[in-house]
């Protein structure tokens, strides 16, 4: 089975992925922006990437995709810049895993 | 330490004992799965760390060259040129296994192979800065991929890591030290039931040679 891969953003930084051929979904608002999340991981999209600015308004709806093997939600920086929610991630992960965060000090 | 509620019985002490080897083999082993496990994370999640800022950097530069674009064409003539793209990315799942963990890996598929052909409008009416920017894009998407695996990979180790390690622990200051006490406990209970009823025979013993003599002296005494 073939997978896609979408970008969920406003539509300011969306609109370039739209032309490298990943499916685009722009939105603006919070309630939207999870509604549309988990529609895209139920029909076959295994990345979905978000933009920073949108997975820090929705974090439980992005944390239900953590265990899940087959759809990765990805936070990416928008146009706006970004916020470090992505690393903040992955030491959340460290934490989680080792205990403490051994990736911080260096 | 809290032991189990068991009956002291010969039978129960080697139920227990054999659950105590079955503990502690369960015990090393899963050890060494979190070591093996840890190791592989710490690798893994440095490469994403690095994958990730060069990511977002090279994400960065993309977008302001969309915004450079934007600044020399009308955002409705920007909007335009993207609304059929020519491009579709396809993504195929294979899974590979770390430490009996699946984790995901992507292949992409896309529909035109040829890095040029992707532009989904004419470069008459458009800017350069435009297609520098859809370029870059572009060749950002393959990394974006292996960071999205990546940071997939780590989330479902950390998970499993988390998973082991409660495990050891559980196995480590509840089960064996429980199964330890209750075989102690056992222990000293059979062996004090032992020497309760060797103590007991003594004493039958004393009284049965004293009941003889009394019997040997009335008879003496009769002769």
């Known amino acids: ?106 | 330490m809290a032991r189990l509620n068991v009956n002291p019985t010969r039978m129960e002490l080697t139920r227990l004992k054999k659950r105590l080897a079955t503990a502690s083999r369960g015990h090393k082993l899963l050890k060494d799965k979190r070591d093996e496990l840890m190791k592989q994370f710490l690798d893994i999640v440095r490469v994403s760390e690095k994958l990730r800022l060069g990511v977002e950097k090279a994400l960065t530069e993309s977008y302001a060259g969309f915004q450079a674009a934007g600044a020399v064409m009308p955002p409705e003539m920007l909007e335009q040129t993207f609304l059929y793209p020519k491009q579709r990315v396809g993504i195929e799942m294979k899974f590979r296994n770390i430490m009996s963990v699946d984790v995901p890996m992507y292949d992409v598929i896309t529909k035109t192979d040829d890095k040029a052909d992707i532009y989904p409008y004419g470069f008459a009416a458009t800017s350069g800065e435009l297609d520098d920017a859809v370029f870059q894009l572009a060749g950002t998407l393959e990394d974006m991929l292996r960071l999205a695996e990546m940071e997939k990979t780590v989330k479902l180790l950390a998970q499993e890591i988390e998973k082991t390690r409660r495990r050891v622990n559980a196995l480590e200051y509840v089960m064996i030290p429980q199964l330890q006490e209750t075989i102690r406990y056992i222990t000293m209970k059979l062996d004090e039931n032992e020497r309760g009823n060797l103590s007991r025979l003594m004493k039958v013993k004393d009284m049965m040679v004293e009941q003889n003599i009394k019997a040997q002296r009335a008879r003496d005494g009769l002769a």
């Open chain 1, 1 to 106: 089975m073939l997978y896609r891969a979408a970008v969920i953003g406003d539509s300011q930084t969306v609109m370039g992925f739209k032309a490298v051929g990943l499916t685009t979904v722009a939105v603006s608002e919070e309630k939207e922006a999870a509604r549309q999340l988990h529609k895209l991981a139920e029909t076959g999209y295994a990345v979905i990437y978000i933009t920073e600015q949108l997975a820090a308004l929705i974090p439980q709806d992005i944390g239900r995709y953590n265990d899940e093997p087959t759809v990765a939600v990805i936070p990416i920086p928008s146009q706006k810049g970004s916020l470090g929610i992505g690393l903040q991630g992955l030491h959340q992960a460290v934490e989680r895993a080792v205990g403490a965060d051994i990736l911080k000090k260096q």
